[in-house]
C-alpha cells in the first residue's frame, strides 16, 4: 500500500521558516515527479511546488515563488519543501502527492497518491 506521510508543520511567526518532508513508501520513487498542495478552511486546495523525478525542473506557484524551495532526497525517498519568509496568508494545511508522469506540474489530477498532510500556521 502506498503512503506519503508529512512532517515538519507547526506554528511560527510571520518572517519564519519552516521546512516540510514527505516521505514515501512508492515504489520506484526516482522514476516519478512529487508536488505540494495546500489547503487552507474554507478554501479550495491550490497547488504550491512540483520536481521532477530526476530533481533537475521545478516548478511553483506565484504566490510562493522566491521564498519556497522544493527538493528531493532519492536515498531517503523524500521531498523537503523549504518555507522562508513565510506570510498569515501561508496558513493552510500542506500535503504531498506523488504523480505517475516524470515532471507533474500544478494540475491535481496528474497526482496519484496524496498524503493526510500537516498543519502550518503562521501568526502576524
Do not use: H
Request: hydrophobic residues 30%; positive net charge; proline residues 3%.
Amino acid at each position: 500500500q502506498v503512503q506519503l506521510v508529512e512532517s515538519g508543520g507547526g506554528l511560527v511567526q510571520a518572517g519564519g521558516s519552516l521546512r516540510l518532508s514527505c516521505a514515501t513508501s512508492v515504489r520506484a520513487f526516482s522514476l516519478y515527479g512529487t508536488g505540494w498542495f495546500r489547503q487552507a478552511p474554507g478554501r479550495p486546495r491550490e497547488f504550491v511546488a512540483s520536481i521532477s523525478r530526476s530533481g533537475i525542473s521545478t516548478f511553483y506557484a506565484d504566490s510562493v515563488k522566491g521564498r519556497f524551495t522544493i527538493s528531493r532526497d532519492d536515498t531517503k525517498n523524500t521531498v523537503n519543501l523549504q518555507m522562508n519568509s513565510l506570510r498569515p496568508e501561508d496558513t493552510a494545511a500542506y500535503s504531498c502527492a506523488q504523480s505517475r508522469s516524470a515532471f507533474p506540474l500544478n494540475g491535481e489530477n496528474e497526482y496519484s497518491y496524496w498524503g493526510q498532510g500537516t498543519q502550518v500556521t503562521v501568526s502576524s
